[in-house]
């Protein structure tokens, strides 16, 4: 028997694991991927979106243009409810530039669903900005450990309602020296949520994340093809 397939603009098939139409996403998600041109997962994305979809917390292995970010946006837009005005995901980043980037991806692939609102907390702005872009309501809050903590002491962002943390270039964060401050986050983040680590290097990063070490679920490994395998992976806890 062989594997159902799809056809791509330039008439190539995609394999059925391979179409994002496979995964159960939000039909205004999936229209507005096909509208973006995103016709086919890339490795990552398929090694990571069925597990992380599922709720499994992930440990996820993606270098930098492998298509990582909607990896976990997908996950987490396909969970938000716009019509609850509180910051339901955090995404830690180890540079503005990063952060930045990860903010405009996420822009993009929410702007078929209702006014989500997406707010980038770094250094180097003042904190009055950022308090009043807040004050208007987040859903997603993308931003370097530093500021978040400092927006968590002054009590000026509240995660009660964060239901996914996604740590990106976790190793990176690492090597910056931001392990206290992730975990200092961490413990801010209700108990009850998910939590979804990527970085360039594995195992390293996973043992020593803070938010890795505070999963305690069990870990189980995902199959992955053999293209999956060349460039990235991804593992649950
Ligand atoms: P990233 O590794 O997340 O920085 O993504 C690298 C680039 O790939 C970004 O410009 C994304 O918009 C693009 N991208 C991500 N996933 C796909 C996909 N499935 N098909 C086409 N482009 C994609």
Not at 3 to 16: L, M, N, V
Not at 172 to 194: E, K, N, S, W
Request: net charge positive; proline share 5%; hydrophobic share 40%.
């Amino acid at each position: 028997m062989t594997a159902s397939t799809s056809g791509t603009p330039d008439g190539a098939a995609i394999p059925a694991s391979r179409r994002f139409s496979s995964l159960p996403l939000n039909p205004a998600l999936l229209d507005n991927l096909q509208q973006l041109g995103y016709t086919e997962m890339t490795p990552i994305q398929a090694a990571a979106l069925p597990l992380a979809l599922s709720g499994k917390d992930l440990i996820a292995q993606a270098q930098t243009g492998s298509g990582k970010t909607a990896a976990f946006a997908l996950t987490l837009l396909d969970r938000l409810n716009p019509r609850r005005f509180a910051v339901q995901a955090l995404v830690l980043c180890p540079t503005r530039e990063l952060a930045d980037q990860v903010t405009v991806e996420l822009r993009r692939l929410a702007r078929a669903q209702d006014n989500i609102k997406v707010v980038t907390l770094c250094g180097g702005v003042p904190l009055r900005m950022q308090n009043a872009s807040l004050e208007h309501g987040a859903h997603i809050v993308v931003g370097t450990p530093g500021r978040i903590m400092d927006h968590l002491a002054r009590g000026t962002l509240d995660l009660e309602a964060l239901n996914t943390l996604v740590l990106d270039e976790a190793d990176r964060m690492l090597d910056m020296g931001f392990f206290d401050d992730i975990a200092t986050v961490v413990r801010q983040c209700p108990m009850q949520r998910q939590t979804l680590l990527f970085s360039a290097t594995y195992p390293e990063a996973s043992t020593r994340s803070p938010a890795s070490s505070c999963a305690s679920r069990s870990r189980s490994r995902c199959r992955r093809s053999s293209a999956a395998r060349r460039s990235s992976s991804a593992s649950t806890k």
